[in-house]
């Protein structure tokens, strides 16, 4: 009886050793997972680089362009530039010239109010407009302020005149120093030669286009 005691003490002990081996075996260490670093968004298709990156290309201003060649005048033409002056640049304007009927001595006549014209460069796109006053408004925000000084017949049937205008400029911009503007190769614009005293007072919007010619002061 004592001998399967001290068997039992023993399966006990081996047991008990057994647990304390596997509670002090050291635990197999795994290594963290990786974790991909973000990716860097493309470039967006012909985005300007920066000149300050490695390998950066800089990207030139957009080139002014050229000047226009002096339109051609006849000899006796009454819209000639005075002096040596040269043209700066020149815009088409779509728009339309507004009269009112009004009594004269010989009845009712369209008289001419004021012009009404978007202004587009050589790519089509609007940068002024032609008012009041033979006035332009850039949208840069300089002004033209004109009277006229000559006038010629328009070559075509139906066209209002070419004019020449002598204008004050008003701030910063592509108007600051011009100091003639031409209107040139006009086309309709004019209205009927008598309106009657039913239309008296009404408003007539007749189309017209025509090209503008600027010269800067020096």
């Excluded at 009712?108 to 407009?129: I, K």
């Excluded at 049937?157 to 031409?182: H, P």
């Excluded at 004019?190 to 008296?200: N, T, Y």
């Amino acid at each position: 009886m004592i001998c399967s005691l001290s068997r039992a003490r023993a399966g006990t002990a081996t047991v008990a050793l057994l647990i304390s081996a596997c509670a002090i075996a050291p635990t197999e260490t795994r290594p963290p997972p990786t974790v991909p670093a973000p990716a860097r968004p493309a470039p967006a298709p012909n985005a300007p680089v920066s000149s300050s990156l490695p390998g950066a290309v800089a990207v030139a201003p957009p080139t002014p362009p050229a000047p226009p060649s002096r339109p051609s005048l006849n000899l006796f033409s009454r819209i000639r530039v005075p002096g040596d002056l040269e043209p700066s640049f020149q815009l088409s304007a779509s728009g339309v010239q507004i009269f009112r009927c009004e009594p004269d001595k010989d009845g009712y006549h369209w008289a001419f109010r004021l012009p009404e014209a978007d202004l587009r460069d050589s790519s089509g796109q609007v940068v002024a407009h032609h008012g009041a006053g033979y006035s332009f408004e850039h949208v840069d925000g300089s002004r033209l302020l004109g009277s006229i000084v000559g006038a010629d017949s328009a070559p075509a049937d139906g066209a209002v005149a070419w004019l020449l205008l002598q204008t004050r400029s008003f701030g910063e911009g592509v108007f600051d120093r011009i100091g003639y503007v031409q209107r040139i190769d006009t086309e309709g614009g004019l209205p009927p030669k008598q309106c009657s005293i039913e239309q008296s007072g009404q408003i007539l919007r007749v189309h017209f286009s025509a090209d503008f010619v600027f010269y800067r002061k020096h």
